[in-house]
Every structure is written in C-alpha cells, then in structure tokens.
C-alpha cells in the first residue's frame, strides 16, 4: 500500500523554444479527500473573468487522471489566447499528467484519489505571435507539467540542496534589473 498524500508542491521551468513558448507550471497534489481536494472543488467553483479555470482534457470530453484543474497565471482578455491556452497548453498539462503515471511519480493506484492544481503561464505574446509553432509549445508545456509533478513527489530540491547553494544562485529578473535591463 502506498503512503497517503496529502499536499505536494513543485514547479519546473522548460525552455529552449521560440519567443513565447517555455512553460513554467507549479503544482500542487494531494488527497482529494484532503486540502487539495478541497480546494480544486472551490476553485472549480469560484470562476473569475479572465481567469477561467479547466480540467486538463486530452480531448472534449476526456479527463485525466488524477483529476488536473488549470489555472491561469495571466488574465485572459483575447480569444486567440485563450484557444491557445484551452487546446494546445490544456492538452500538453493532460499529457504531461499520464506521462508523470507512467513515469511512476504518481502511484496509478491512487490516480482516482488524488488531484493536481497546475498554475500555467503562458506568455502573452502568444497572440501577436504568427507563426506560433503548436508542436513545440506543446513539447515544452508536456515536459514542464511532468517534471513539476516529478519535483513535487520527490521533494526536489531538496532543503540540504537549497542551504548548500543558496549564496551561489541568483535569480534571473534579480540580476537583469542589477545589469539596467529592465
């Protein structure tokens, strides 16, 4: 039997596309029958314009498993956007889910007992873009929902990790600010 699960958190960062196609999730999992569940029941409940929430669907009518609500980082106001972000990133978040099940970060026996809150940013970009190459935001969003989910079952990083390299990492929009960049 595998231990109960009752929140789990993680986030990854994949990149490597065009302008406008890295993904960067952050997760949360658990027990539907604990703080996760409750939550992704409100959330579910408590729809706000520009900031619609959606289960991840391989298709119209096809769920994953554990159950996945997507979250919007970034309000919605264009339609374009947001057919990107309900197709190809919805799509790419449901797929990301079952490669996490095969992968054995989520134990399939309790894919039915557990829920995940995928957070998604999608730049906005997006819309102006003309030549949005789909395969690849879809390529990048798969791989950054799993390996969100794969950081989120395994603790990564860990907090010795964190402690030993705090000092030696500094952040991205920290130092371009330093540097007169934005």
Wanted: hydrophobic fraction near 45%.
């Amino acid at each position: 039997m595998t231990d109960r699960i009752i929140l789990r958190a993680g986030e990854a960062l994949v990149a490597g596309g065009p302008p406008g196609t890295a993904a960067e999730p952050e997760v949360v999992i658990g027990a539907l029958d604990g703080p996760v569940g409750t939550a992704l029941a409100t959330l579910t409940g408590s729809q706000v314009a520009g900031h619609t929430k959606v289960f991840a669907l391989l298709n119209t009518d096809i769920m994953v498993r554990p159950v996945t609500l997507c979250v919007s980082k970034v309000t919605v106001e264009d339609n374009r956007y947001t057919s990107i972000l309900m197709g190809t990133v919805q799509f790419a978040i449901a797929n990301g889910v079952l490669d996490a099940v095969r992968a054995g970060y989520i134990p399939k026996e309790q894919a039915n007992d557990l829920g995940i809150i995928c957070s998604v940013w999608l730049a906005p970009s997006v819309v102006t873009e003309p030549n949005l190459d789909h395969k690849i935001l879809f390529d990048l969003h798969r791989r950054g929902t799993t390996e969100a989910i794969r950081k989120a079952m395994t603790g990564e990083p860990s907090i010795d990790w964190l402690l030993e390299n705090q000092d030696k990492i500094i952040h991205k929009y920290y130092q371009m600010g330093l540097d007169g960049k934005i």
